[in-house]
């Protein structure tokens, strides 16, 4: 999660192999406590389709999939093109945490917490980046 300057606000811990990023977002803010994000307006990717149901205090953008066979509208593309000129700064923040490559390089390394440690330790240099 980040702020719309680029500022690493929050970084989930590390998952071992494949794992649906809203399986671990369920994960890190359960929706039994749907009070997570009450109040904010949150801009997701088209992979948390159905996240209004599970969180319903939550303000959500998300772009608008192209239904099975047809095509999208044009005032749906011009929206969807909207929300993506938003989430790109989030996409921007992840980017410059890649820029120490151990983050994006394959880790054959077992030890989880390492890793996760050591991405929070990226984050916080992008973080630092930014700030001076």
Not at 2 to 13: A, F, H, Q, R, V
Not at 43 to 62: A, N, W
Not at 73 to 93: C, Y
């Amino acid at each position: 999660m980040s702020t719309e300057n680029k500022i690493i606000k929050y970084l989930s811990p590390v998952y071992r192999g494949t794992c649906h990023d809203y399986r671990m977002f369920k994960e890190e803010f359960p929706p039994e406590n749907a009070d997570w994000f009450r109040g904010l307006l949150v801009h997701l990717d088209s992979g948390f389709q159905g996240i209004e149901k599970d969180y319903p205090s939550m303000e959500v953008s998300i772009p608008k999939k192209k239904p099975k066979g047809k095509e999208l509208t044009e005032k749906q593309k011009l929206e969807n093109k909207s929300k993506s000129s938003q989430r790109i700064v989030i996409e921007n923040a992840i980017g410059g945490m890649k820029r120490y490559r151990y983050v994006s390089d394959r880790l054959r390394a077992r030890d989880l917490c390492r890793y996760s440690k050591i991405a929070g330790i990226a984050a916080g240099l992008w973080n630092f980046n930014l700030r001076n």
